[in-house]
């Protein structure tokens, strides 16, 4: 079974400071891990996505998370917050099907 | 590009009455999913179909029914709506050619009184 915890349920950070959401993942076999934003009364946007490869993956807006193995750890980081990025951001893992999604932090920016 | 679309974005319910959630995609996806978001629980899945003509149940699918009509729409059916079924119901497609990530529609937000 796969299994994703986010260690945050909320972070708060001041605006042009850097950030980082924590997403741990459990999983018995091959995994495929994504970073979703969710905007206020919107659907989920895809941020970015490891599949394989190069762990350091680059997605929309600024956005980046490694991949570890070892720590079997997906964490998303931006050098740089803007206001627009307040969203609830979900961490999820996945196979060749479903995906399984953590609980979502909540990132707010404060001028 | 319309994506997934949702039908409706709101609806409000009595206690035993029933409903169907619509959910079409034009992106020639093969999988389909609905998932249910509640606060602090994130996205739960209720049911998906990994192909035309093949549905499976997920995490939380009791209360609920769905049919893949045909390679584009996935619907979503509470046969006798009670008050914990009062929830943001996502649909979302896949294909796995294209890289597992999902495209979601744009969200049912349903009150059940």
């Known amino acids: 079974a796969q299994s994703v915890t986010q260690l945050d349920s909320q972070v708060p950070v001041f605006e042009e400071a850097p950030v980082e959401l924590r997403c741990n993942y459990s999983?018995?076999?091959?995994?495929?891990l994504f970073w979703y934003v969710q905007y206020p009364n919107q659907g989920l946007q895809l941020l970015l996505k490891?599949?394989?490869?190069?762990?350091l993956v680059k997605g929309i807006n600024g956005f980046e998370a490694e991949f570890n193995k070892s720590q079997t750890s997906f964490h998303l980081r931006k050098p740089s917050v803007h206001i627009s990025d307040t969203a609830e951001y979900f961490c999820?893992?996945?196979?060749?099907?479903?995906?399984?999604f953590g609980q979502g932090t909540r990132l707010t920016i404060n001028p | 590009n319309a994506g997934v679309t949702q039908t409706p974005k709101f609806q409000v319910l009595k206690t035993g009455q029933s409903m169907t959630l619509q959910c079409a995609q034009d992106?020639?996806?093969?999988?389909m999913y609905w998932y249910r978001q509640d606060p602090g629980m994130g996205l739960r899945l209720i049911y998906y179909?990994?192909?035309?003509?093949?549905?499976d149940k997920g995490e939380v699918p009791n209360g609920y029914n769905v049919s893949r009509l045909n390679k584009r729409e996935f619907s979503l059916r509470l046969e006798s709506a009670a008050p914990s079924q009062t929830s943001v119901y996502f649909c979302?497609?896949?294909?796995?050619?294209?890289?597992?990530?999902?495209?979601f529609g744009s969200g049912t937000r349903l009150t059940v009184v």
């Open positions: 979302a497609s896949s294909e796995a050619r294209k890289g597992y990530g999902y495209t």
């Open positions: 999983s018995s076999v091959s995994v495929y």
């Open positions: 490891y599949l394989s490869g190069s762990t």
């Open positions: 999820a893992v996945g196979g060749a099907q479903k995906l399984v």
């Open positions: 992106m020639n996806h093969n999988s």
């Open positions: 179909s990994a192909s035309e003509g093949t549905t």
